[in-house]
T-cell receptor, first 115, second 114 residues
């Protein structure tokens, strides 16, 4: 596609439920990033995928968070047993190669509300 | 540890006035520096970036930024603000780990008075 897409755009869930967020990167982009943006704050890095290399999971806040990506395609971010503090906008970005000077192209985000 | 500080949470300027948004960073090596803008209902868009060369960089929409190593700063400027510039602006530093994991500041929300 022309840009990074994410689904759903909005998700409301109850505390304790699991949620799955999806990201479709720009076609041909090998690197994919997930970020979290809490209300009134900047983005926090969560996880990075580069091709078939082991992902950098250093930003995942707890073991309730996990993410998968198969090859250079779609990625899913899963949050198990959601808590109210997980409420945030989850943003996905992709780049062609994952080098430091590249521009990251961001999707529109998924707004998650945990009641 | 790397960090980015944007001292101004909110800034209000009149249309046509000049603008400067401050950004200070903490990074051990030569940083890769970025400014992104987030408009209501829109995703993050890159305004400009710096990683080497001329310390004054030009971006889209008439924005520029100057890298000052001695001050650990990368302030964003625009000589004449337009109402459409009202948005949230994020400074970020990247390059850690050999790839582009971005560390973002908390953002500066810009309001423009007509």
């Amino acid at each position: 596609g022309a840009g990074v897409s994410q689904s759903p755009s909005n998700k409301v869930t109850e505390k304790g439920k699991d949620v799955e967020l999806r990201c479709d990167p720009i076609s041909g982009h090998t690197a994919l990033y997930w970020y979290r943006q809490r209300l009134g704050q900047g983005l926090e890095f969560l996880i990075y995928f580069q091709g078939n290399s082991a992902p950098d999971k250093s930003g995942l806040p707890s073991d309730r968070f996990s993410a998968e990506r198969t090859g250079e395609s779609v990625s899913t971010l899963t949050i198990q047993r959601t808590q109210q503090e997980d409420s945030a906008v989850y943003l996905c970005a992709s780049t062609l190669l994952g080098t430091p000077q590249e521009t990251q192209y961001f999707g529109p985000g998924t707004r998650l509300l945990v009641l | 540890a790397q960090s980015v500080t944007q001292p101004d949470i909110h800034i209000t300027v009149s249309e046509g006035a000049s603008l400067e948004l401050r950004c200070n960073y903490s990074y051990g090596a030569t940083p890769y520096l970025f400014w992104y803008v987030q408009s209501p209902g829109q995703g993050l868009q890159l305004l400009l970036k710096y990683f080497s060369g001329d310390t004054l960089v030009q971006g889209i929409k008439g924005f520029e930024a100057e890298f000052k190593r001695s001050q650990s700063s990368f302030n964003l400027r625009k000589p004449s603000v337009h109402w459409s510039d009202a948005a949230e602006y994020f400074c970020a530093v990247g390059g850690s780990g050999g790839y582009n994991k971005l560390i973002f500041g908390a953002g500066t929300r810009l309001a423009v008075h007509p």
